[in-house]
């Protein structure tokens, strides 16, 4: 069964504290995508990956922190450094861009 | 910033209608794709079109694109109350490795 998984689907953290979001892909993709989605809005680059122990900076990565150790892994770290993490995040895989993304479903993160 | 930009930011029809969204964007493009999202799910492909195209079909899906003004749009026929969601155009600029995304149309289809 190929696709995307993002784990957890929701996800709670103090203020202060870092927590990291995992994504793995089975579709032998190289590129992968992280995006935040606030409600109502549509999606923002936070950091992308078109190849393992590579990675750039999206329009909005402060306060994020990523690595690409193996093709199928991307995690988010959401530092403290992040002043609103309260968010929609969204991980996403292609074969490199113009390909059609493949979207996982998402982890709701809240910050308490 | 944003590179696309839908319109409607918000869509009301009854079933049975046909539901017409618009992209607008500000840059050359290599292609321009069309999503669909469910509440509090991720997004899914619907389709693509390339710059050197001008219209493209899928299913009940009609997709135009008009480089010279920098639009796009999309065209539900015979809408669903499954139709509805959120429809968002995503932009692949002449800088490869990423797309744009705007904020979306949210469609709702009354049964």
């Known amino acids: 069964d190929g696709g995307i998984t993002q784990s957890p689907k929701y996800l709670f953290r103090k203020e202060g504290q870092n927590v990291t979001l995992s994504c793995e892909q089975n579709?032998?993709?190289?590129?992968m995508y992280w995006y935040r989605q606030d409600p109502g809005q549509g999606l923002r680059l936070i950091y992308y990956?078109?190849?393992?122990?590579?990675?750039q900076k999206g329009d909005i990565a402060e306060g994020y922190s990523v690595s690409r150790e193996k093709k199928e892994s991307f995690p988010l770290t959401v530092t403290s450094a992040q002043k609103n993490p309260t968010a929609f995040y969204l991980c996403a895989s292609n074969q490199g861009a113009p390909d059609t993304q493949y979207f996982g479903p998402g982890t709701r993160l809240t910050v308490l | 910033s944003q590179q696309g930009e839908e319109d409607p930011q918000a869509l009301s029809i009854q079933e049975g209608e046909n539901a017409t969204m618009n992209c607008s964007y500000k840059?050359?493009?290599?292609?321009l794709q069309w999503y669909r999202q469910n509440s509090g799910r991720g997004l899914v492909h619907l389709i693509l079109?390339?710059?050197?195209?001008r219209e493209k079909h899928s299913g009940r899906l009609r997709v135009t694109l008009d480089t010279s003004k920098k639009s796009s749009s999309l065209l539900i026929t015979a809408s669903r109350a499954a139709d509805t969601a959120s429809y968002f155009c995503?932009?692949?600029?002449?800088?490869?490795?990423?797309?744009?995304f705007g904020d979306g149309t949210t469609l709702t289809v009354k049964p």
């Open positions: 990956s078109q190849i393992v122990n590579d990675f």
């Open positions: 079109i390339r710059s050197n195209e």
């Open positions: 579709l032998n993709h190289d590129a």
């Open positions: 995503a932009t692949d600029g002449t800088n490869a490795g990423k797309s744009t």
């Open positions: 840059t050359s493009i290599n292609n």
